[in-house]
């Protein structure tokens, strides 16, 4: 079986001497693996940067058998931000989760559009809060909606309304722009919106899946603060 697509560069493990696997997110075979013969070579391995956009050509011609891949750098994403540590690592957050949370050789064009439309954008003064609200729409395409601004009460101290979550004896406050859809900056209210979809991504997502969190996920939180 043979096909040509196109797809974002998701991880790369070396295979042998001269070759690697890398897996792709692609537009319409959703998530694959392949071996990339020469991937070691210096003319490849330079622009095989995780989260750098690819045109594939898939050949496999022993169903069963691993796939393997020719591939044309599309669109540069990476290099880009060689000189901004915290985007790198953004992209490999992003990278982990769609490894970890999506199904091999399952299509699902509103994760690719989504992924396509934040790695457009990262440059964006809001990249952080983007970036925040693609975690919230990838868990939601894939059956797992945290459904905030219907879980969440409010109360208004000093004029402002302040947004929580009452469970038994706790209360948590949750970051307005989280239920009321905002663009913002502050960094405070970021990382809390971002240990908010942690908490949620570990309880409810990945402990009954068996699933580790995402080591590249938990370093780039850990550099923001």
């Known amino acids: 079986m043979s096909w040509i697509d196109e797809g974002y560069l998701i991880s790369k493990t070396k295979y042998n001497e001269n070759s690697i696997i890398a897996e792709f997110f692609t537009n319409f075979h959703g998530k694959c693996s392949g ?3 020469g991937g070691s070579s210096r003319k490849i391995k330079n622009y095989l940067q995780i989260g750098n956009k690819f045109h594939l050509n898939c050949n496999n011609k022993i169903e069963g058998r691993i796939n393997t891949f020719k591939v044309e750098i599309l669109k540069p994403i990476s290099p880009n931000f060689f000189d901004n540590k915290n985007k790198l690592m953004c992209i490999s957050s992003v990278m982990s989760l769609v490894k970890i949370l999506t199904v091999e050789a399952q299509e699902n064009k509103k994760v690719y559009k989504d992924i396509e439309s934040f790695l457009n954008n990262l440059d964006d003064i809001y990249w952080l809060n983007k970036y925040i609200f693609w975690e919230l729409n990838l868990l939601k395409h894939l059956g797992y909606d945290l459904d905030i601004e219907n879980i969440v009460s409010f109360e208004i101290i000093n004029n402002k309304k302040k947004y ?10 949750v970051p307005n722009f989280l239920v009321e859809k905002n663009n913002v900056t502050d960094q405070k209210s970021l990382i809390l919106g971002l240990k908010i979809i942690t908490d949620y991504l570990n309880k409810s997502v990945l402990s009954i899946n068996n699933i580790s969190h995402p080591l590249a996920r938990i370093n780039f939180i850990n550099s923001l603060d």
Do not use: G, P, R
């Open 35 to 37: 071996i990339i013969f």
């Open 164 to 173: 929580f979550v009452k469970s038994n004896s706790t209360i948590k406050y």
